[in-house]
Each structure stands twice: as C-alpha cells, then as structure tokens.
C-alpha cells in the first residue's frame, strides 16, 4: 500500500508537470517544436539500479558541473551514494535543444549526471528562468522523474535558480545547500535575489 501510494503522488506530480505543458497552458511562450512524449538522451552504459523503498532519491540541482572541479557538491553526491541512495547529479550546464529532455553519464558509483534540455537555455547564475525557459525545463524534468521512476525524493538545492523544479519532486523533501549567500555578490540580479529568498523561506531545512 506505501508503494501505491508514492506511486500515485508521482503520478499526480507528472500531472501537474507534464499536462499543463502538453495541452498548451502557456502556449503563446512554447515553442510549436515542443512535444509531449518524446526526449533524448544518451545511454548509461549500464542498468539504472532500482528505486529502494527504504532510501530516497537525491536530486543534487548544482551549482557547477561535475567535470569542472571536484569539490563539496560532488563530495556530498558520492557520500549521498555510498549510503545506498540513487543520486542524480543536475549539471547547472543546461543544452540547447528543440524539444525538451535530458541526457545521462554515469560519473560514479550510484551518481548519475543529469544535463537538461530547453529551447533557450539561460546560465543560472545570472538570471532566474524565464516562464518559456521554466515550461522547457519544467518538462524535461518531469521527463527525467519518469524515467527514473522516483515516487521519493529528497533535493539538494545549491543554486535558486533551481527552486521552482525541486519544490514539486514526488514525496519530496527540499534541502538549501547554502554553498553562497548570493545576495552578498556584487551584480546579483533582483530576480536572483528575490528566488534566493524564496528557497531559504520554502526549503524544508538549510545548511
């Protein structure tokens, strides 16, 4: 019955990431490329292990890509790993594409890097996303989720650009992982600021 159940609460989160997109809510900013049910991505190599009951999976949402130095996100994803979870490694390198998806690497053991796809991919650290962006991304996500056949989550957010994609993950917990107060940055955007303070207020626990 537990697995019904988070079974049904992927489902609904598929709902209400997937549909919305599909049917055309927000039509005027989706590309006519866009479409429901198809994405890309590359093979891992080998089977992705299954989900385990008794260990969420961690959805890493970076604020570096993987290959660019190893450090505390990747030092957190390998630990994270070790310890039986399913972890996916969001690469903050987003792909140009025409429809929205994702392709995987297998960095480590239990560690899948994730890179997402969207029409006009903007760099995180500069701007939160546009509504068009958030639509791409939204759904490309919710393609990743399906995927991976996550019904338990838990996001480790470094970057508030990624706020609004951790929050709705599946029975999910969100984590601020403060790496930086961005808003102590000189040249941080209004709109980076303003979803830096969303995820402090909304995040379920911050360190």
């Known amino acids: 019955m537990a697995r019904f159940h988070a079974r049904l609460s992927a489902w609904k989160w598929q709902i209400r990431y997937e549909f919305p997109f599909a049917l055309g809510i927000g039509r005027r900013n989706r590309p006519k490329s866009f479409r429901f049910g198809r994405f890309v991505m590359e093979d891992l190599g080998q089977p992705l292990p299954r989900p385990r009951p ?4 961690i959805y890493v949402w970076s604020i570096i890509d993987w290959h660019f130095r190893f450090q505390r996100p990747q030092h957190l994803a390998v630990g994270l790993a070790r310890r039986g979870h399913r972890v996916f490694y969001i ?3 987003i792909d140009e594409g025409d429809e929205p998806g994702f392709s995987v ?7 899948v890097l994730v890179r997402l796809r969207t029409r006009a991919p903007a760099s995180i650290c500069d701007t939160a996303p546009s509504e068009a962006d958030a639509l791409g991304l939204a759904a490309s996500v ?3 989720v399906a995927w991976a056949n996550s019904t338990s989550c838990i996001s480790v957010v470094q970057h508030p650009f ?9 029975n ?16 941080a955007g209004v709109a980076v600021a303003a979803e830096e303070d ?3 207020r909304s995040a379920h626990l911050t360190v």
């Open 54 to 57: 008794d260990r969420p999976d």
């Open 91 to 93: 690469s903050e390198a």
């Open 105 to 111: 690497e297998h960095v480590a053991d239990g560690v």
């Open 142 to 144: 919710g393609r990743l």
């Open 162 to 170: 990624w706020r609004r994609f951790a929050m709705p993950l599946p």
């Open 172 to 187: 999910g917990m969100v984590v601020a992982d403060v790496l930086d107060l961005l808003t102590g940055f000189e040249g």
């Open 198 to 200: 969303r995820l402090l």
